[in-house]
């Protein structure tokens, strides 16, 4: 879990180039557990769109969304990492206002060349390729982000699978 949290925090920091991304402040070590510490944001898309008894998100709401996370996952890519978990509790609102996302969560994060995990993405948002198991990109985030804004515009996730046969099922008509 250490080396994990370590290349999260590198990743992080490489990530500092983009205001779409949870600023990184400092990281330490307490109690045999490796700690980073980040700025305190809003709260998360998902817990949003709860209290709103998942009535989905206005279309200029969904514009502004829309736009700051594909910069901040355009960053990363350009960058060679995969998000490898966009979803809507790792988009999180910067203040009550509503008027800016960041992009946070990167403990599943990975580079390009150095995929570390086969068993990625919340399955509601993970793509064919990582669902196959077979080898997978920087495409899988852009899959996943596709399906975090149906599922913010509409209120309801678009495959709500149970199980990996389910959503597999869900992907063929």
């Known amino acids: 879990?250490?080396?994990?949290?370590?290349?999260?925090?590198?990743?992080?920091k490489i990530m500092q180039g983009s205001n779409r991304v949870v600023r990184f402040l400092k990281s330490f070590t307490f109690r045999g557990f490796f700690c980073i510490?980040?700025?305190l944001l809003y709260k998360d898309c998902y817990t949003?769109?709860?209290s709103q008894r998942f009535y989905g998100f206005s279309l200029s709401m969904m514009q502004t969304i829309a736009k700051q996370v594909?910069?901040?996952?355009?960053?990363?890519h350009k960058n060679n990492i995969i998000h490898c978990d966009i979803k809507p509790e790792n988009v999180m609102f910067t203040n009550k206002r509503k008027l800016s996302v960041k992009l946070?969560?990167?403990?599943?994060?990975?580079?390009?060349d150095k995929i570390l995990f086969s068993y990625i993405q919340s399955r509601y948002f993970?793509?064919?390729?990582?669902?196959l198991g077979i080898h997978y990109g920087p495409e899988i985030d852009v899959w996943s982000y596709a399906c975090v804004l149906v599922e913010l515009f509409t209120g309801k996730p678009l495959f709500p699978a149970n199980t990996e046969q389910e959503l597999l099922g869900m992907f063929v008509p």
């Open 126 to 131: 993970r793509a064919p390729e990582v669902a």
């Open 48 to 50: 949003v769109l709860r």
């Open 37 to 39: 510490v980040t700025e």
């Open 70 to 76: 594909a910069e901040a996952i355009s960053f990363a």
């Open 1 to 12: 879990y250490h080396d994990q949290t370590r290349l999260e925090r590198d990743i992080l």
């Open 104 to 112: 946070v969560d990167y403990g599943c994060s990975c580079y390009r």
